[in-house]
């Protein structure tokens, strides 16, 4: 009775963050100020973390909360909230009709496509076999340690360089946004 | 060995979710009296640290000034200012409140109790991923701020939500810095886990005093507490973000700091002062559940719990408020650097001991991590800090300047008073 009363409280959550992610993702694009978007936006971030965490993959649900929900999305209001942007109807960046019938153009496109591809057969050297491994997770011994040990071992020189990259794009930030002292005299 | 009996075994998927569901309703309740309580201690904290009574009018004691205080923010007007944005002029104080209290869901507060139905794990949610839940909740406490601030349509009240979230941004990343070294040494991040292996390794404050003390300072930094209260400095920003709060609304954001400091204090306990654990004993950690250790633990963590908040409140009537660019500077300069070098060398000395053989529980373990430990914070105290980081007010280039400028109002003083004579 137990098994039957969780499976039926799994599918009903499903749906439901499935259903409130959607909602959210059109809110999102259709609000005029700012601030209100981007709080839809974390909204969106938090069901796709429910979804993460209802898929066993819990890892990536905190983490989809911390990076994007906690960090990227507070620097986006404090942007924001720092231009004053979002008062009033006058800043909104909505374009006219034309732009708006482009966009839900390209959607549709776009949800053609996963709509497709999500039906169609992947080539033989792109599907993952069952040999290559994708080994059961044994959740009581941690859920980090079989995602950090293939990190730090075979794929190290790939994680290495994108973390170089990541730190490029720091220096060129801070070189960017460094006040010149010269022009300033 | 005696069979175990049905008290020692999980229980069955039904009574294990009757059971999360008192245990929610049990820790939201006992949590909403001691919040209340908190504010109650803060007030009778300050007049004993003033030489004063504190409130002492309503019950014995003052006792129950807290429901006096409630019965009072309930009556008072709601004051809507014109042209806050609504929506979220009214979700802010909500938000700021509930991020604090959703983190306790993955804290243990005791040994596993015993039932007739099956052991019951006193922890709401003992998740795989414990601390990293607790982080990503914790980094959304600042939403309830900045939003309160700017949906008041108020410059004073955008400039504290300004500050709260540069603030909570910068020390979020020292607070989690600190704690991947407890991360290190514990190979787990399941908060049950990391107070097994301080009752296994000793008390982490003992061998990763120098994460402690950045975990402190940044808690104080995320829950806004003196010295760090930028966002509601009164003398510069009138209340900062919620200046333009009244009635129950102003009291949720009240409610929501000592909330914030009552989970901060939580977490540092099972972080750094082994949980639930009782120093001193094994009883209480071997063995078959009792009711009776289930209680004493509790107890202990409650204890822990509030003499930490205790502490939190003593530091606010000693310390005075740090200034914004001392604030950052300490955060990004000296916190963000140490916490980073502090993660190398607790790396390298458990990569060095576990490749050395020696066992993670035994004496030797301890001994090398605490040595380690006891040089680190002589140099870091003593030799490289000697008043100038970690107290920048005192600064060597602060106390340059404030002599500068008082050798020029000196002279300028003495020009005046040559004038006039």
Redesign the interface.
């Given at each position: 009775?137990?098994?039957v009363?969780?499976s039926l409280l799994y599918g009903f959550n499903f749906y439901l963050f499935g259903l409130i992610a959607i909602a959210s993702a059109l809110l999102f694009v259709t609000r005029k100020?700012p601030?209100?978007a981007a709080?839809w936006l974390?909204n969106v971030m938090f069901c796709l973390a429910a979804l993460y965490v209802m898929l066993d993959a819990?890892?990536i649900?905190?983490?989809q909360?911390?990076v994007y929900?906690?960090?990227i999305m507070?620097?986006f209001?404090?942007v924001v909230?720092?231009l004053?942007l979002?008062?009033g109807d006058a800043d909104s960046d909505m374009r006219g009709s034309v732009g708006r019938i482009a966009a839900g153009a390209v959607g549709l496109a776009l949800l053609a496509e996963v709509m497709v591809l999500a039906r169609s057969r992947f080539p033989e050297e792109l599907t993952l076999r069952a040999a290559q491994g994708l080994a059961p997770v044994d959740?009581?011994a941690?859920?980090?340690g079989p995602i950090a040990g293939p990190l730090f071992n075979e794929y190290l020189l790939a994680f290495e360089l994108t973390s170089i990259l990541l730190l490029t794009a720091i220096v060129g930030a801070v070189l960017i946004g460094k006040k010149r002292v010269t022009d300033a005299r | 060995m005696p069979p175990l009996d049905a008290s020692q075994l999980p229980p069955?998927?039904?009574f294990f979710?009757l059971a999360t569901v008192v245990k929610m309703l049990a820790i939201f309740t006992l949590y909403m009296v001691v919040v209340a309580y908190t504010t109650l201690a803060e007030r009778k904290v300050s007049a004993w640290i003033q030489d004063r009574h504190g409130p002492n009018r309503v019950g014995p004691w003052g006792l129950l000034q807290v429901a006096a205080d409630g019965l009072k923010n309930f009556m008072k007007e709601e004051t809507m200012p014109g042209d806050v944005?609504k929506?979220?002029f009214i979700l802010a104080p909500a938000l700021a409140f509930c991020s604090a209290m959703i983190a306790w869901a993955v804290i243990p507060f005791g040994a596993p109790l015993p039932t007739p139905w099956g052991r019951i794990d006193l922890v709401v949610a003992d998740?795989?991923?414990g601390f990293?839940?607790v982080?990503?909740?914790t980094?959304?406490g600042?939403?309830g701020i900045?939003?309160a601030?700017?949906s008041s349509?108020n410059k004073y009240a955008?400039l504290g939500?300004?500050r709260s979230?540069?603030q909570?941004?910068s020390y979020?990343i020292a607070m989690g810095m600190s704690t991947v070294c407890v991360l290190l040494v514990a190979?787990?991040?399941?908060l049950n886990?990391i107070v097994a292996q301080q009752v296994a390794t000793g008390w982490n404050v003992l061998i990763l005093s120098i994460a402690a003390f950045i975990f402190l300072v940044a808690a104080f930094a995320e829950t806004n507490r003196v010295p760090f209260d930028l966002p509601e400095a009164e003398s510069e920003l009138i209340a900062g973000y919620h200046a333009e709060y009244s009635g129950m609304k102003f009291s949720m954001f009240f409610i929501a700091e000592y909330a914030n400091v009552l989970t901060a204090s939580a977490l540092f306990v099972s972080l750094f002062f082994g949980g639930w654990d009782i120093p001193f004993t094994r009883w209480d950690n071997a063995g078959p559940a009792t009711v009776t250790k289930s209680l004493l633990t509790v107890a202990m963590f409650g204890f822990k719990t509030y003499s930490c908040v205790l502490f939190y409140i003593w530091i606010r009537w000693t310390l005075p408020r740090f200034r914004y660019d001392q604030l950052m500077s300490l955060g990004w300069k000296f916190m963000l650097p140490l916490a980073l070098v502090y993660i190398v060398i607790v790396a390298s000395a458990i990569l060095g001991l576990d490749a050395a053989g020696v066992a993670r529980t035994g004496w030797a373990f301890k001994g090398a991590m605490g040595s380690i430990n006891l040089v680190l914070l002589i140099l870091l105290f003593f030799v490289i800090d000697r008043g100038r980081l970690i107290s920048p007010a005192s600064s060597r280039i602060d106390r340059e300047r404030v002599a500068r400028i008082r050798r020029a109002t000196d002279t300028r003083s003495t020009l005046g008073s040559g004038e006039a004579h």
């Open positions: 009775m137990g098994n009363f969780v100020s601030v209100a709080l974390v819990q890892f649900g905190a983490i909360v911390l929900a906690g960090a507070v620097v209001l404090f909230m720092l004053n979002g008062r959740v009581t941690g859920v980090i | 069955s998927t039904l979710l944005y929506p979220l998740l795989p991923i990293l839940y982080l990503a909740i980094s959304l600042v939403y900045v939003l601030g700017w349509n955008l939500g300004l979230s540069a909570m941004i979020e190979g787990n991040v399941s886990a």
